[in-house]
């Protein structure tokens, strides 16, 4: 599913997402890891841009992307992986739950609610399209999505 045709240069970009798979348009300019492809990315370079797919869970924002965030399956979340996103200071947190909506136990979030970061938890395609829609309102946010 396409979810994106605008770019914006100067942030992460989803730019598509099919289960199994997250398409990532990189920030011009960015000093990314070296093009490699394996089992978990691949990178593709095209005249006026970058793009990553990325076949693991990750955090991304606006200005970062945390590549193999490291539950992989709703099965394997802990209360760490969320403490994570607390760290990032973010004022909203999407959850994206794989490709069915799934509601993690509050226990789990306690960091981010006690740290005043609201969490909104949607299917991982939802928090794909909702993600660039906070990204063009310049919102500071992050988004962890299970991939698989």
């Known amino acids: ?3 994106s045709l605008e770019v914006n240069l100067g942030s992460y970009v989803i730019r598509a997402y099919e289960p199994g798979q997250i398409t990532i348009n990189l920030p011009a300019g960015m000093v990314a890891p070296p093009a490699k492809n ?8 095209e005249p006026g841009s970058r793009r990553e797919i990325l076949r693991n869970s990750l955090i991304i924002s606006p ?17 760490e992986h969320f403490d994570r996103l607390s760290e990032l200071e973010p004022e909203i947190v ?35 399209r909702t993600y660039n829609i906070l990204t063009a309102d310049g919102r500071n946010f992050a988004a962890a999505l299970l991939v698989k």
Do not use: K, Y
């Open 1 to 3: 599913m396409q979810v």
């Open 38 to 45: 394996d089992a978990a990315h691949d990178i593709f370079e």
């Open 63 to 79: 200005v970062q992307l945390i590549r193999d965030w490291p539950p992989q399956t709703f099965e394997e979340l802990n209360r």
């Open 94 to 128: 999407l959850f994206g739950s794989g490709e069915t909506l799934r509601w993690p136990d509050p226990a789990l979030l306690s960091s981010l609610i006690d740290n005043g970061i609201g969490v909104e938890v949607m299917d991982t395609a939802a928090a794909c």
